[in-house]
């Protein structure tokens, strides 16, 4: 099943520049292990050697935060839509 994944610029730099790409997989586990094939570096900004997703990542499939879904089991469909976001923390 086709997806979208969204890169953030960050993230960009281990995917040959590119903003966009297109995955088959039908999770986000499944989706990992395409992206750390094809891109390693890339694969190594989201999983520890644990195999499970850096904390400092956030992941969403049509704008729905996976850690509130199915997490890494979270089913993808035809024309979803995964963004990769690291986090963002602040404060003094």
Do not use: W
Request: proline share 5%; hydrophobic share 40%; net charge negative.
């Amino acid at each position: 099943m086709p997806v979208e994944v969204r890169l953030p610029t960050i993230f960009r730099q281990h995917a040959n520049g590119q903003a966009k790409l297109t995955v088959d997989a039908s999770t986000v586990s499944e989706l990992f292990d395409e992206l750390t094939a094809a891109y390693p570096g890339l694969g190594g900004q989201l999983l520890g050697e644990d195999g499970q997703m850096h904390k400092f990542v956030n992941v969403y499939r049509n704008d729905e935060d996976i850690r509130y879904l199915d997490k890494l089991d979270t089913p993808l469909s035809s024309g979803d839509v995964v963004s990769i976001l690291p986090a963002v923390a602040g404060g003094q």
